[in-house]
């Protein structure tokens, strides 16, 4: 008789555990909506990829999300283009998330392999894959080195305008 009672008993333990489960899945699903606004991140990185393949990996040491979630404010940025193998640094930075747009500031520094580029002042454009400046430039290399007082730099060609100064190192045997 104890274990009929028991039996019984387990059994309707097991369906008022089936009721609530199956009550549970029935309810709609939480939904939880994350705000950053406001947010600050340490260390934040951000990757953009296109058809599986690395385009761009930016990291800044603090990220400040604006309160409207308009841009963000990025302290001592890194950006690495890895097609071309070239990495931009600079102090300061605002990123504008609707199109991509980046303004750096303060103590522009980009390099690859065979050459370094100075800056204060740049802006990024990513739909055009071109980096402005209004601010004096100087692209340095172990040949020559150029100053220019404005300029602009993409995939294909580095241009200075205004004032432009160059100096060629001769070749040394």
């Known amino acids: ?5 028991l039996i019984l008993a387990g059994l309707i333990s097991v369906g008022i555990l089936l009721l609530v489960i199956d009550y549970m899945d029935k309810e709609s699903p939480i939904k939880v909506k994350i705000s950053m606004e406001g947010s600050v991140f340490k260390n934040a ?3 953009q990829k296109k058809d599986g393949q690395l385009k761009l990996k930016l990291a800044s040491d603090e990220a400040f999300m604006s309160d409207d979630g308009k841009f963000m404010d990025l302290k001592n940025l890194t950006m690495f283009f890895p097609d071309k193998e070239f990495t ?3 102090q300061r930075g605002f990123y504008y998330p609707e199109t991509g747009n980046l303004t750096l500031s303060g103590g522009i520094e980009g390099f690859s392999k065979n ?7 740049a802006y990024w454009s990513p739909k055009e894959g071109t980096l402005y400046s209004e601010k ?3 692209i340095e290399t172990k040949k020559f080195s150029v100053n220019g ?3 602009k730099a993409n995939a294909d060609l580095v241009e200075l305008n205004k004032g432009v100064v160059a100096i060629v190192y001769a070749n040394k045997k």
């Not at 008789?1 to 009672?5: E, N, P, Q, S």
């Open 1 to 5: 008789m104890k274990k009929i009672v």
């Open 45 to 47: 990185e951000f990757i």
């Open 88 to 90: 931009v640094k600079a």
């Open 115 to 121: 050459y370094t580029v100075y800056g204060t002042e």
């Open 136 to 138: 004096p430039l100087k």
């Open 149 to 151: 007082n404005s300029g």
